[in-house]
Nanobody, 130 residues
Framework: QVQLVESGGGSVQPGGSLRLSCAAS????????VGWFRQAPGKEREGVAA????????YYHDSVKGRFTISLDNAKNTVYLQMNSLQPADTATYYC???????????????????????WGQGTQVAVSS
């Protein structure tokens, strides 16, 4: 059974950093797209970043470009989201999701759409406040 488990959430002050982890069990990330999504209270879930396990494609929402970095450690079967310069607007529950590799104009795993992903973790909360 495929399982994704997120960890690394917490509370930080504006300008701080966190690193989220998404560990997969039941399968390996070989030839997969893995994405991070977030849902703030009262808002719809939105895509934050995505990566293709075969490399080097990565994609980011405009609001996190230059601040967040998604990466994959194949040996540990874990995807990370390094979040720097956190802002109150980043407060949300963060979810990782995985899907067999898909392609569209723009490249492997292009786009940050929920409907592309079939396996989801339970989420980890991130709170940014002073």
């Amino acid at each position: 059974q495929v399982q994704l488990v997120e960890s690394g959430g917490g509370s930080v002050q504006p300008g701080g950093s966190l690193r989220l982890s998404c560990a997969a069990s039941g399968y390996t990330y070989s030839d997969y797209c893995v994405g991070w999504f977030r849902q703030a209270p009262g808002k719809e879930r939105e895509g934050v970043a995505a990566i293709y396990s075969g490399g080097p494609s990565t994609y980011y929402h405009d609001s996190v470009k230059g601040r967040f970095t998604i990466s994959l450690d194949n040996a540990k079967n874990t995807v990370y989201l390094q979040m720097n310069s956190l802002q109150p607007a980043d407060t949300a529950t963060y979810y990782c999701a995985a899907a067999r590799r898909f392609w569209r104009a723009g490249g492997d795993c292009y786009g940050l759409y929920e409907y592309d992903y079939g396996s989801w973790g339970q989420g980890t909360q991130v709170a940014v406040s002073s």
